[in-house]
């Protein structure tokens, strides 16, 4: 979900089994060696250094990550997320999720994915809004119709009046996801996550949205989720229903100009672990 909240942007973040890695190395140099595409992930190497006032260490970045960029799945904040929590682990500093949120955002909007439950995001702000519990499990059908969103370009337009308007649509789905998560109910996470998307969808047309609505319907799933600022278009499935191998069946015979489809399953928030 995301949109507007009482006067500040906001999300909830769907946490799923795609992980990067991040490997930190500090040394004297002051200086931060790291791919040159990578500066994101120079970036959080840097200020986290500051936020703990040793900027004069240097150190070597490594990042290896599988996810698809510029397609909605958050590849830049699991890059820099994993870099600022690497990084003060690598210097021996304790960091927090509000921490790690502060930096992140500090370099550009986030997801919320830092957090070990599910919570309402100020993705601009680094604000925890509120905390809602823990996910159920969900299955995950990520359809991807292909072409790139550059999130830097499509965060410099300012979309607050627009989602302004429509924060009545935004507050009742959230409402439902929120009852959702704290009853185990797929169904009503489904619903929240439906309307939000249909929402979105007026703000910003995706052509591909209505033959993903009626593959929906058809194998009766929970709902769909668009990504706001990505290409993917999710359809979300109960887990208890056994219903993803017919659904990817449907999906690819059923779809028209899909590059990729993929199955995911949801996983517990907070996927930074250190080794």
Known sequence: MQGVIEDSFALISCPVNLYNTVTIQIDTSGVIKCDSELQKSITATERTLAFFEKSNLGATVKVSNPIPKSKGLGSSTSDITSCIAATADAIGEPIE?????????????????????????????????????????????????????????????????????????????????????????????GKGATANTFTAQKIKHNPDLDQVIELAQSINAAGISLAHSGTIISIILDPNQKQMTYALKQAKSKLRNWESINHFKTTRPGPIQIT
């Open 97 to 189: 999720a509000l921490q790690i949120a502060s930096i992140a955002t500090s370099i550009e909007p986030s997801d919320a994915t830092m957090f070990e439950e599910m919570v309402l995001f100020g993705h601009r702000t680094g604000l925890l809004i509120d905390r809602l519990g823990d996910l159920p499990l969900l299955d995950i059908l990520a359809i991807d119709f292909g072409g790139t969103v550059d999130t830097v370009e499509y965060n410099m337009v300012d979309r607050f009046s627009v989602w302004k308007q429509h924060e009545k649509e935004t507050q009742n789905a959230l409402l439902d996801i929120a009852e959702g998560i704290k009853t185990n109910n797929v169904a009503l996470i």
